[in-house]
């Protein structure tokens, strides 16, 4: 007898132990899926979050190539319509022009021609300033190529016009500090013959 109860008595020990490892085993069980049920959480709402930034790309996407059409069109409309102001501007020369033209028809007086021309020219002088345009000054300046085209030298007999501005042919012209045109020229060449 002793002998069974020794044997119940480890079956028991036996049953205690498993009982334990069951119970550990139950924890260690319940405590993964604790951390998985947590972890699929946390997956879910890493999905939501990829899936509203994805939509936001989207959107700014759309939103910044919508832009970009619209800054074209602009920009287009702007390259078009830019010589609008300045050509409205240039319609009263026209006119003047014509009017000129009109009144000159059958006159024999060419001082008056002279003048009405010299008010037309004023005009449109002081239009081009009002946009900026002025003239580079060039006649008896020291030649710069940076500022003026030299189509030809001539000979001088004065030592100080060596390599000075003789003649204009075309003027140049500024607009604001940017050279818009160079000025032609004659440039002075010297030659000193007692060399």
């Known amino acids: ?34 951390e998985l049920e947590k972890l699929r959480e946390e997956n879910k709402k890493l999905k939501q979050e990829l899936e509203e930034l994805n939509d936001k790309y989207v959107r700014l996407m759309a939103e910044f190539d ?29 006119d003047d022009f014509e009017r000129a033209i009109k009144a000159n028809e059958n006159i024999d007086d060419a001082e008056h021609l002279r003048e009405g021309f010299r008010l037309i ?3 449109f002088v002081k239009l081009l ?29 004065d030592p100080e016009k060596k390599d000075k501005i003789v003649d204009v042919v075309e003027k140049g012209y500024y607009l604001n500090d940017k050279i818009l045109r160079h000025s032609k020229v004659v440039v002075g060449d010297y030659k000193d013959d007692e060399k």
């Open 129 to 157: 300033k009002k946009q900026g345009v002025s003239e580079i000054e060039a006649m008896d300046k020291e030649f710069d190529p940076e500022l003026h085209d030299a189509l030809t030298k001539i000979p001088v007999d």
């Open 66 to 94: 919508n832009f970009r059409r619209r800054t074209l069109n602009e920009k287009a409309d702007i390259i078009k319509n830019a010589g609008e102001k300045i050509l409205l501007e240039l319609l009263p020369i026209v």
């Open 1 to 34: 007898m002793n002998e069974e109860k020794n044997k119940n008595n480890i079956e028991v020990k036996d049953d205690i132990k498993e009982e334990k490892n069951n119970k550990k085993k139950s924890k260690k069980t319940s405590k993964k899926n604790n």
């Open 121 to 123: 020219y004023d005009k």
